[in-house]
């Protein structure tokens, strides 16, 4: 079982909807990210919060709005998306400088 | 900046088979090396790491072993199982930060009875 949580496993949206992302862990990192999986390809990396503030974001259209209301939970806000937006949306968490990524089980996404 | 290559796949191995799969990268500095593997329908679990120069990594039979000299951190194992069958990815972060890790595209890894 993954230590990091993630809600929905499935989310099929049309482009005027306005839905949300959920991701949780107990592990006590504070740091918590956001990427980006199409298929066949690698993770991309959206969003970075380090210590519930926002640190990296890799140039993601607003239609993305991350949100970090405690050190356990983060969010992922849509909003009129397009299609080419589908994709599994992975959450991830580390601890300290060298610590390794301890990924969820993803969101599929489906914009129609 | 920093790439990680890696052989392209799939990979298609016989049960008990010997698995290599080539990761080398480029890199400034000396920054840390992970395979991760992703299993069909699920996120990616770390499989191992090393962090400095020939540090070997292994979990579950897996092996990596971080060569500085060739840049490379090939991933092995002895004797593969029908339950290996995932992608198989290698990446690297830099010394100090596990902020923005560097991905390879993933090798498919498919084996068969």
């Known amino acids: 079982d993954t230590e990091v949580t993630q809600t929905p496993k499935h989310l099929v949206m049309g482009m005027t909807n306005k839905k949300s992302l959920k991701c949780e862990q107990h592990m006590g990192h504070r740091a918590m990210y956001w990427y980006k999986q199409k298929a066949k390809k690698p993770p991309e990396l959206m969003f970075v919060?380090?210590?519930?503030?926002?640190?990296i974001n890799e140039s993601v259209p607003s239609r993305f709005s991350p949100e970090c209301p405690n050190s356990s939970l983060l969010n992922l806000h849509l909003h009129a998306l397009q299609p080419e937006d589908s994709a599994l949306y992975l959450c991830?968490?580390?601890?300290?400088?060298?610590?390794?990524?301890?990924f969820g089980n993803g969101t599929r996404l489906t914009v129609t | 900046g920093n790439s990680v290559t890696q052989m392209e796949g799939p990979v298609t191995l016989s049960e008990e088979a010997f698995l290599t799969i080539n990761c080398t990268y480029t890199a400034t500095g000396y920054p840390s090396l992970f395979w991760y593997v992703q299993y069909p329908g699920e996120g990616l679990q770390l499989l191992l790491k090393a962090t400095k120069a020939d540090d070997k990594g292994s979990n579950k039979g897996f092996e990596a072993t971080y060569r500085k000299e060739t840049t490379s951190f090939h991933l092995e194992k002895g004797s593969v199982q029908v339950s290996d069958s995932a992608v198989y990815f290698c990446?690297?972060?830099?010394?100090?930060?596990?902020?923005?890790?560097?991905f390879g595209t993933g090798t498919r890894l498919q084996v068969t009875l």
């Open positions: 991830a968490s580390s601890g300290v400088s060298d610590s390794p990524l301890h």
């Open positions: 990446a690297l972060s830099e010394a100090g930060t596990a902020s923005k890790l560097t």
């Open positions: 919060y380090s210590y519930e503030k926002l640190s």
